[in-house]
């Protein structure tokens, strides 16, 4: 261990707080008992689709295109998801066959 | 009493893939901090008040390097930023939820914004009770999975690599089913394209604030647009 429990604690207390801030802000700048900005309820509506996009690409960032396997086992399971998404409509059926499909690539075929 | 019953049979079902992925993300990370000389007692508190899965990892990293708090509170709010738009996107789904509200919100991570933001209570099911109980699941399997990986330690026998990709699947199949659900595709076009234009302009690690700044920016733009179109 590099420090000590003390400033472990206060670092994780540091960190909590923090992370704590980012969710509750939006809260406390428009709380329930009044009007929030019709421009903030525009937002509200329009960015669960924007941050799911935003999420799936955060998902994917690290996948390179330039190296071995060239996103390869990311490209045929995102393929697979919604493939089979599409066809079966099935939230779990996807989501596990897309996955077992994927430890597959990785595990057995690009090593 | 029945209440919460109701809406633990109807919440259940669509933590499943969530309970997938936390569990193992969870024992990776407490695998990793038990590795690092700390009690398991420690990824279990992280698990507990922290409870963000990149951020963890990243903390790992910071207790094993120089004391140094302020960075650490910049490091925070920076790999957590996205965590604003969770919340103004859940202003108007939390009103009302009483005394449920600070730990919905204290709860709101990247999994479970993703299912409550697409999910609407079933017919008889009460709606804050549900959401609670979706959020409390979620978090029970994330600090269950801590726990056992930093007690467990490393006695795995199976290859469990590319396991994670369950998150990547889970939020695809939002995705897909957000865009079904919509006439509208601007927002989610919105998301996805800046996304990857910052992605490749900032790199893996710093395309997040940017990527929030300009689809905000964009979506101001589009706003006349798509509010006469609804």
Redesign the interface.
Same mark, same amino acid.
């Given at each position: &261990?590099? &420090?000590t429990n003390t400033?472990?604690l206060?670092?994780?207390?540091?960190?909590?707080t923090?992370?704590?801030?980012?969710?509750?802000?939006?809260?406390i700048l428009?709380p329930?008992n009044k009007k929030?900005p019709g421009?903030?309820?525009?937002?509200?509506k329009?960015?669960?689709?924007?941050?799911?996009?935003?999420?799936?690409?955060?998902?994917?960032?690290?996948v390179s295109l330039t190296s071995s396997p060239f996103g390869i086992?990311?490209a045929v399971?995102?393929l697979c998801?919604?493939a089979l998404?599409?066809w079966k409509k099935n939230?779990?059926l996807?989501?596990g066959v897309?996955?077992a499909v994927?430890?597959l690539?990785?595990?057995l075929v690009f090593k | 009493m029945k209440k919460y019953l109701s809406a633990l049979k109807a919440a259940f !079902?669509y933590t499943? !893939?969530v309970m997938?992925g936390y569990l193992f993300l969870g024992m990776v990370f407490g695998i990793i901090l038990g590795s *690092?000389? =700390?009690h398991f007692g420690?990824a279990v508190?992280?698990s507990v008040?922290?409870?963000?899965g990149s951020?963890q990892f990243v903390?790992v990293n910071?207790?094993?390097?120089?004391?140094d !708090?302020l960075s650490?509170?910049l490091i925070?709010?920076v790999v957590?930023? *996205?965590?604003?738009? =969770?919340?103004?996107?859940?202003? *108007?789904k =939390?009103?009302?939820t009483g005394v449920k509200?600070p730990y919905l919100?204290?709860g709101?991570t990247?999994e479970t =914004?993703?299912i409550l933001?697409?999910t609407e209570a079933p017919e008889g099911v009460d709606s804050a009770s549900f959401m609670f109980l979706v959020t409390l699941l979620n978090q029970i399997y994330w600090v269950t999975a801590s726990f056992a990986g930093g007690l467990l330690g490393s006695f795995f026998t199976f290859?469990?690599?590319?396991?994670d990709?369950?998150?990547?699947?889970?939020?695809?199949?939002?995705?897909?089913?957000?865009?079904k659900s919509?006439k509208e595709?601007? !927002?989610?076009?919105?998301?996805?394209v800046?996304?990857?234009v910052c992605?490749i302009i900032f790199g893996?690690d710093n395309?997040?604030i940017p990527?929030?700044v300009l689809?905000?920016i964009v979506?101001?733009i589009l *706003?006349n647009t798509?509010?006469r179109r609804a």
């Open positions: &261990m590099a &420090m400033q472990a206060i670092l994780i207390a540091v960190i909590a923090a992370t704590q801030l980012t969710r509750a802000l939006p809260f428009f329930e929030t421009y903030i309820l525009y937002l509200g329009v960015l669960p689709y924007a941050a799911m996009g935003m999420l799936v690409v955060y998902c994917l960032k690290n086992p990311d399971a995102v998801i919604v998404h599409l939230t779990l996807s989501i897309g996955t994927y430890m690539l990785v595990q | !079902p499943i !893939p997938a *690092r000389g =700390y420690w508190l992280m008040f922290i409870y963000a951020m903390t910071l207790l094993t390097s120089a004391f !708090p650490a509170l925070t709010l957590n930023a *996205r965590h604003l738009f =969770y919340g103004i996107s859940m202003l *108007r =939390y009103n009302g509200k919100i204290a709101l990247d =914004y993703s933001c697409s290859d469990t690599s590319g396991i990709f369950v998150m990547t699947a889970l939020f695809i199949v939002i995705f897909i089913n957000q865009w919509q595709h601007m !927002p989610a076009i919105t998301g996805v800046v996304s990857v992605l893996p395309f997040i990527s929030m689809i905000t979506l101001t *706003r798509i509010e």
